[in-house]
């Protein structure tokens, strides 16, 4: 069975970090292009970061550019996501979703879904 497990969200200060991992069995990430997405309440699922399968393709949202970090680590068959200086917007659930193909990770909601999504995890920024 393919999963994506998110964790490491949680509660923090405005100009907080969280570190957030999605984790993958039944299936090795470095075969695939990986993204990170969030929905808050109310709002239409947005998409926050992607990195393509050889990693020579990165994207971040605009509201994200310099503040989130991307990466992969294939020992660990895990993806994570880096979130520095936090703010209340950044207030969402947050999930990772996979693809062989980048154009469905990185240009979700355009074109995709992925094919393969985690249950998300709670990021919650305080003021």
């Known amino acids: 069975q393919l999963q994506l497990v998110e964790s490491g969200g949680g509660l923090v200060q405005s100009g907080g970090s969280l570190r957030l991992a999605c984790a993958a069995s039944?299936?090795?990430?470095?075969?695939?292009?990986i993204g990170w997405y969030r929905q808050a309440p109310g709002k239409e699922r947005e998409a926050v970061a992607c990195i393509s399968s050889t990693d020579d393709l990165i994207y971040y949202a605009d509201s994200v550019k310099g503040r989130f970090t991307i990466s992969r680590d294939n020992a660990k068959n895990t993806v994570s996501l880096q979130m520095n200086s936090l703010r209340p917007e950044d207030t969402a659930v947050y999930y990772c979703?996979?693809?062989?193909?980048?154009?469905?990770?990185?240009?979700?909601?355009?074109?995709?879904?992925?094919?393969?999504w985690g249950q998300g995890t709670q990021v919650t920024v305080s003021s």
């Open positions: 039944g299936f090795t990430l470095n075969s695939y292009a």
């Open positions: 979703a996979a693809d062989r193909a980048v154009g469905y990770v990185c240009t979700y909601p355009t074109v995709g879904p992925p094919s393969y």
